[in-house]
């Protein structure tokens, strides 16, 4: 059973993910951009392509004390991996898991991501 796992920075809400644009379409919002670049520059080397069903937990160290929901980081998160080919499209999570992080697990501003596939 293959695994994955990597560290990225805090994830930007799905609300600050994309702009609607006037011919009926959405891009890339400059602070998600800016995510991506700074996610690619923590991507790891020994990218594992996982196949068939996934299960993933991420862990979010909190960046401050504002009230916020970690539901929202998880699509950010989840097309960089697949962005990076770590699975074929997000779809093949099955199960998953975001959580906030004790200051003992994980820094603040960061993001745990551990993937494994399913059995």
């Known amino acids: ?19 609607n644009v006037t011919r009926g379409g959405r891009v890339k919002t400059a602070k998600y951009r800016s995510w991506e670049k700074e996610a690619d ?29 970690c539901e929202n980081c998880s699509k950010a998160i989840s097309d960089t991996l697949t962005r990076w080919g770590v699975f074929s499209d997000d779809s093949q999570i099955v199960d998953i898991r975001l959580r906030w992080g004790r200051a003992d697990e994980i820094k603040p501003g960061q993001c745990r991501v551990e993937l494994v596939e399913a059995a």
């Open 1 to 19: 059973m293959k695994s994955f796992s990597a560290i990225l920075p805090f994830p930007p809400s799905v609300n600050n993910l994309f702009l």
């Open 41 to 69: 520059a923590m991507k790891p080397e020994d990218i594992v392509s996982l196949q068939g069903d996934v299960v993933a937990v991420y862990v979010l160290g909190r960046p401050d004390k504002r009230r916020r929901d």
